[in-house]
């Protein structure tokens, strides 16, 4: 599930709000380890702000955007005894880079793109630890393609990949030890968006 809100201050500055919310399941493949299929899921919150640069003087023209947001993305599995997974939390401030432009004449179809790039970005374990210390890495890449069927009323398709990575070194307190832990993310979705 996912809910995207965006307030336009001004035809260029603008504020966005994202929850990203997925459910899933993944296989037990620690020898030993139950149960054999462990239940997990994610919650993303994006809040930022941004601006555009109009390339033309028409606010629907095209247009080149970017952002500063605070991200974060919480994956929690459940318990399996000896642990096999963890519960990982990846935050991090990132700089957007986008734009989208319309496709026909009549300004109903656009398409567009965005790249995030996160700076200095972090990730706490729970409820054992893999190692003494951790980096992470994060970025996240969208192409989106959007139809005007009304005033207010858009069909948005979108093309998410999202890589959240992690190294640990030293010596944790779980059973078993592990070098890294990665989450990548790849969601195609459909939606409506309504304009106020």
Do not use: C
Request: proline content about 5%; glycine content about 8%; cysteine-free.
């Amino acid at each position: 599930m996912h809910v995207n809100g965006e307030m336009w201050l001004t035809p260029n500055w603008f504020l966005e709000l994202t929850l990203r919310q997925h459910v899933f399941t993944v296989a037990n493949n620690l020898s030993g380890s139950s149960p054999s299929s462990i239940n997990a899921s994610s919650l993303e919150t994006d809040m930022g702000f941004g601006y555009n640069f109009l390339m033309t003087d028409d606010f629907w023209g095209p247009k080149f955007q970017l952002s500063f947001a605070y991200s974060k993305f919480a994956a929690h599995v459940d318990e399996s005894n000896p642990p096999a997974y963890t519960s990982l939390a990846f935050s991090g401030t990132a700089l957007g880079i986008g734009g989208s432009f319309p496709a026909n004449e009549k300004k109903t179809v656009y398409l567009g793109g965005r790249l995030n790039y996160f700076f200095f970005p972090s990730v706490d374990e729970s409820p054992v630890t893999s190692g003494s210390s951790s980096t992470a890495q994060m970025s996240s890449f969208s192409l989106f393609g959007s139809y005007k069927l009304s005033e207010h009323v858009q069909i948005r398709g979108e093309i998410l990949y999202e890589m959240f990575s992690a190294s640990f070194s030293g010596t944790g307190t779980r059973p078993e030890s592990a070098s890294s832990a990665s989450h990548n993310v790849f969601t195609p979705a459909v939606g409506v968006e309504y304009l106020f």
